[in-house]
């Protein structure tokens, strides 16, 4: 603000205000206020104190309608906000990634009517076999879960679980009995889709399929030792995950042709990542396991490392999971043939070291997946899914 005085002040003569800048706006009316006002002449007859009275009536209109059009200004223009968002709330956020993982559902949603045992804390459903690692995973057996309540909590999700298997050569003689058999078993009242994987597509049987359960074909090319088969199957798998398959499923399992179901097999198996106990050496010590050992290897384990030998017949879990498993195991496999190295079995070898340092959250026992030349021992009570017998320099046309 800058003033200018008259030359004489008396309560005789007039006061004259040459010039007084008050405030300078860009809107006419307050500007034509402030300049009428300050070339004014105020009468001679006025007296001081009505004359100051005045003069502050004035100014402070002037600064009420000053403060006024700043304060509409500033709110509508600078933050508009203020006047629409609630307190603590953030507008505009950014979007949250969707995980894969099904929230759970709460059990009291649905399955009031259930009636079942109550669980005794002081006694174990199995004594005679092992049923939670040392990592605290469940290992999966009969008499350790209830199928009711394992299925009051997965069916009103809605999940869709998907099942690969390769049937590659004559191998494809086995795909009949496998759907047949898994119709009966495998997973009865929920969407699985199969995805069989093969040479010959036209060599797949029609096979009647429940509600819900849907066959894809996908036709592949045959290499010429069966071993080449079993180390590109986890790169057809991955390709297979990342075209389609995690758009198409919630969980995968991995499954071998040549095998069929006996017994349930049911969503207790459903888990972050499932490995299974091979049968043939779920009583043998760490030092006997058929590890890769030599240190050349991506597949290499020390003799005194590791905790099961899992079978390459069965891996499973949430797509996402398994989608990991396979890059991981895949990358290492061609590292070794750019080494000119072959793990002593292939993928199973690459699939142990995988398991050895990405612990499975749920193991499925060997009555998950036993081999029929074997007896059955006590701690088996049902053989769920297990090898068919056959004759390998046969069905192996390029040993």
């Avoid at 040479?199 to 399929?209: C, F, I, T």
């Avoid at 972050?272 to 030599?294: C, W």
């Amino acid at each position: 603000m800058s003033t200018q005085s008259c030359s004489a002040c008396s309560y005789g003569q007039g006061i004259h205000f040459y010039e007084i800048h008050f405030l300078t706006f860009h809107w006419q009316g307050v500007s034509l206020f402030t300049h009428e006002f300050a070339r004014s002449r105020i009468p001679q007859r006025l007296y001081p104190v009505k004359m100051w009275r005045k003069r502050r009536s004035c100014l402070v209109f002037g600064f009420t309608v000053t403060v006024g059009m700043f304060t509409v200004v500033y709110v509508f223009h600078s933050n508009s906000t203020l006047l629409s968002v609630p307190k603590y709330t953030t507008p505009n956020p950014e979007p949250v990634p969707i995980q894969r993982e099904k929230v759970p559902v709460r059990i009291d949603s649905y399955s009031k009517s259930l009636r079942y045992p109550q669980p005794q804390s002081l006694k174990s459903p199995r004594s005679d076999v092992m049923t939670v690692t040392p990592w605290l995973a469940t290992v999966v057996w009969d008499g350790t879960f209830d199928s009711s309540i394992i299925d009051s909590l997965y069916q009103p999700q809605n999940l869709t679980i998907g099942t690969t298997v390769f049937a590659i050569g004559k191998y494809t003689r086995f795909i009949k009995g496998f759907l047949e058999t898994a119709e009966k078993h495998f997973l009865v009242g929920y969407k699985v889709n199969y995805y069989i994987f093969t040479d010959k597509p036209d060599e797949v049987p029609s096979v009647a399929l429940g509600m819900q359960r849907n066959l894809s074909v996908i036709t592949v090319s045959k290499f010429f030792r069966w071993q080449e088969i079993s180390m590109r199957r986890m790169e057809r798998i991955l390709n297979t995950i990342e075209e389609r398959l995690l758009k198409e499923v919630d969980y995968l399992y991995c499954l071998d042709v040549d095998m069929l179901f006996h017994n349930h097999w049911g969503a207790e198996v459903l888990s972050t990542l499932v490995a299974a106990i091979h049968p043939g050496y779920y009583k043998n010590p760490r030092e006997v396991f058929p590890y890769e050992r030599r240190p050349a290897s991506q597949a290499y384990v020390p003799l005194d490392q590791g905790d099961f030998y899992y079978a390459g017949a069965m891996i499973g879990g949430l797509i996402e999971n398994v989608r990991a498993l396979t890059r991981t195991c895949h990358q290492a496999i061609l590292i070794d043939k750019q080494n000119d190295i072959e793990a002593a079995w292939q993928e199973e070898s690459h699939l142990n070291k995988y398991f050895l340092q990405h612990k499975p959250t749920k193991l499925l026992s060997p009555e998950y997946l036993w081999d029929d030349t074997k007896p059955k021992p006590p701690e088996i009570h049902f053989i769920r899914f297990s090898t068919v017998l056959k004759n390998y320099a046969e069905v192996r046309e390029n040993v």
